[in-house]
């Protein structure tokens, strides 16, 4: 298969990243078809896509005509069998191994065999999802960043098992979603959050020791080090409960000290300070939209 043949795109998961996805490849000119596992999930995930439609349509980035286009080019499905028509199919469920290995399993018989499966995992082997599928070498990380629609890199990781031609494809198919692929190993954290994660691990440390006040650390980091945001700052937007999760994950893989979350974050997680999301992290949200 070859860029030129991709024309409807089939996207698993309408959360926060398949939601962005289905919005990005709708907005570039495909076809999108959106699987998730129930009308309520859908019913999320249109919201997403109409808000960030709606925030472009605002800033003059699009008319209401192209923002009724990208709509009416994205469709919906509860049924595996609703991604035939894919020619190509991105993943973006839930963050399990077995949820991602069902739900590859089930698209197995629905999709043609030459379409390829691109997974979104953050923390899961590429190698060991493409070792669960029947087409190990059509399988192809494919790992966005949050929110889609504004982050411009796509980090293209094949698995062990993945054809050079599976690669090319991803890699072409990221150019032409408006992004810029960067190749990738299949290792813990891939290249961002191998980097991300520890620093902002490392700033919780600082805070933790008493070095510097939460804003302090975060006006260094942009001042001193040109960063457009502070690590607290990002910690705050990304979530606690996400970094912490995701140091943990990159632990348990590389038994490296750097990736192990300190105390402090595990006491905000308990006391429900996650961020901006509950409206308190290392920061205090009250009253700020
Ligand atoms: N959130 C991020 O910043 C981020 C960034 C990069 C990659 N990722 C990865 O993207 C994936 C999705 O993350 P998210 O934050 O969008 O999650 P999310 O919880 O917002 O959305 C997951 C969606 O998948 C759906 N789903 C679950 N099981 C399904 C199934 N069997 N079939 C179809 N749909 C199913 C859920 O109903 C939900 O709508 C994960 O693998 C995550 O690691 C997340």
């Known amino acids: 298969m070859k860029a030129d043949d991709v024309k409807v795109i089939g996207v698993c998961g309408a959360g926060t990243m398949g939601a962005g996805i289905a919005q990005q490849a709708a907005i570039s000119g495909y076809e999108v078809t959106v699987l998730d596992v129930d009308d309520a999930a859908w019913t999320r995930g249109l919201g997403i896509i109409t808000k960030g439609l709606d925030r472009m349509l605002a800033r003059e980035k699009i008319t209401q005509g192209q923002k009724d286009a990208v709509l009416a080019r994205i469709s919906y499905t509860t049924d595996a069998a609703g991604l035939a028509v894919a020619d190509y199919v991105i993943e973006a469920v839930f963050e399990e191994y077995e949820v991602k290995k069902e739900l590859f399993g089930r698209l197995e018989s629905s999709c043609r065999p030459e379409v390829v499966f691109a997974t979104n995992t953050s923390s899961i082997s590429i190698t060991e999802i493409a070792a669960a599928t029947a087409r ?13 629609p504004v982050m411009k890199l796509v980090e293209v990781i094949p698995a062990l098992q993945t054809a050079p031609e599976t690669v090319e ?24 959050n191998r980097i991300l994660i ?92």
């Open 136 to 148: 190990p070498d059509r399988v192809v990380g494919m790992h966005f960043f949050n929110p889609v």
């Open 169 to 192: 494809l991803a890699t072409e198919l990221t150019g032409r979603l408006g992004k810029t692929a960067v190749a990738c190993q299949d290792t813990p954290g891939f290249v961002v």
């Open 198 to 289: 520890p620093m902002m691990i490392d700033a919780a440390r600082v805070f933790e020791a008493g070095v510097a006040s939460a804003e302090d650390i975060d006006t260094a980091m942009k001042l001193g080090a040109n960063l457009p945001m502070g690590p607290l700052e990002l910690m705050d937007f990304t979530g606690v409960d996400i970094a912490y999760h995701v140091g943990n994950v990159l632990y348990e893989y590389t038994k490296e000290q750097r990736f192990s979350p300190p105390t402090i974050m595990r006491k905000m997680i308990k006391a429900g300070h996650l961020g901006r999301k509950t409206g308190k992290g290392f920061y205090d949200y009250a009253g700020k939209a």
